[in-house]
């Protein structure tokens, strides 16, 4: 099996073939995937548990080890939202509570192929907790860096699975540069922003989405956006199979963002000149508290061919919607509660079926 080619998106040179490298080691740019992603229903197994089952789209070496805690498979269950029956995809039920573990497996499979020992990571939480179960699978140490101002459940279930947990005083972007000086000690940074090779993990949410549907695409996806890899990896998912032939268009993406900190709203609704309007502020919904998105322009590419958009969601709307998605039996983190007031805003321009994911488990937030 041929892989993926991957350059750097600056400069155009090809991954180097030595290492993991989480930026062009030339140019300083960020490595992405320079040719679309192929599904192929052929190389589908449904012998295989979850993300598993398309273990050949993924973009791994041939004999390559599966990572697992069982991940992928999540339910889409239906209930009403603002007189509109919407389809709730449920990735907050996945091993460690959060969408994360899609795109954490498929990393760690490929770091264990690498035969890598040590790694560090940052994180608000999610990424963290994800990284440091994955690790722990695999036999890999992890350092996990973290606001200090993070959940207190995410800390406890970074430092459960056996991580160092680093937390770092400041903002987001704080944790960001304390990371990469730790990086510069030889040790594999292993992160869910900078490398790429989590955006297929993520895809498997479009492709079981579409099974779920009954080989239909949704016609409109509402999903938490903070650096937007998920948002993305799901539009490639669906751009796919809209590729391989098995479905004319694909849906209308719909990025939300806590108004707090909201770069891609920002972006898109004022260009260039929007970011100069965005600050790190606090926001209950941490887990989208990105100031500087590293493929931003990658996301609202996606979510502008889409004809989709980004909607900012504001500060005092987050815990009644929390409030309200569990009243439907949904029990989420706030960061998660957020597609709900965008629903609202939203769903009178949005095509059916309407996809929304749910990103994190309440259990997360205390």
Same mark, same amino acid.
């Given at each position: 099996m041929q892989l993926p080619a991957i350059a750097c998106t600056n400069c155009g040179r090809p991954n180097p073939g030595e290492g993991i490298p989480y930026r062009c080691p030339v140019c300083g740019g960020v490595f992405d995937y320079s040719s679309p992603l192929i599904f192929d229903a052929a190389q589908v197994d449904p012998s295989q548990p979850g993300i598993w089952r398309y273990r050949r789209l993924l973009g $791994?070496?041939?004999?390559t080890e599966a990572v697992s805690l069982g991940e992928g498979g999540t339910p889409l269950i239906w209930a009403e939202a603002f007189g509109r029956q919407v389809a709730f995809k449920c990735e907050h039920l996945n091993p460690t509570g959060s969408f994360k573990d899609r795109g954490t497996a498929a990393i760690t499979a490929? $770091?264990?192929?690498h035969a890598v020992t040590e790694v560090v990571e940052d994180s608000s939480g999610n990424a963290g907790a994800s990284l440091a179960a994955y690790t722990a699978r695999a036999g890999i140490r992890a350092r996990i860096f973290v606001p200090a101002s993070a959940s207190e459940p995410k800390r406890k279930q970074i430092e459960a699975y056996g991580a160092e947990l680093v937390p770092v005083p400041g903002t987001r972007t704080d944790v960001s540069e304390a990371v990469k000086k730790a990086a510069e000690q030889d040790v594999v940074y292993a992160s869910h922003a900078l490398l790429p090779f989590n955006l297929p993990g993520y895809a498997t949410a479009a492709f079981e989405t579409f099974e779920q549907l009954g080989g239909r695409m949704p016609g409109s996806v509402v999903a938490p956006a903070g650096q937007g890899g998920f948002l993305l990896g799901l539009a490639r998912g669906f751009e796919a199979l809209r590729l391989a032939g098995l479905a004319t268009s694909g849906p209308k993406m719909i990025a939300v963002q806590a108004r707090a900190c909201a770069p891609l709203w920002a972006m898109f609704t004022a260009g260039r000149e929007g970011l100069a309007m965005v600050a790190e502020n606090p926001t209950l919904a941490e887990g989208v508290r990105v100031r500087f998105p590293v493929r931003g322009d990658a996301v609202l590419r996606a979510v502008r061919s889409s004809q989709?958009?980004?909607?900012?969601?504001?500060e005092d709307e987050i815990m009644p919607a929390r409030d309200a998605l569990a009243r439907l039996g949904f029990y989420?983190?706030?960061?998660?509660?957020?597609v709900w007031p965008?629903?609202?805003?939203?769903?009178?321009q949005l095509p059916d079926p309407v996809v929304a994911f749910l990103t994190g488990s309440g259990y997360k937030y205390g």
């Open positions: $791994l070496a041939e004999g490929m $770091l264990k192929s989709g958009g980004v909607v900012a969601v504001d989420i983190e706030p960061t998660s509660a957020i965008a629903l609202e805003q939203s769903l009178r």
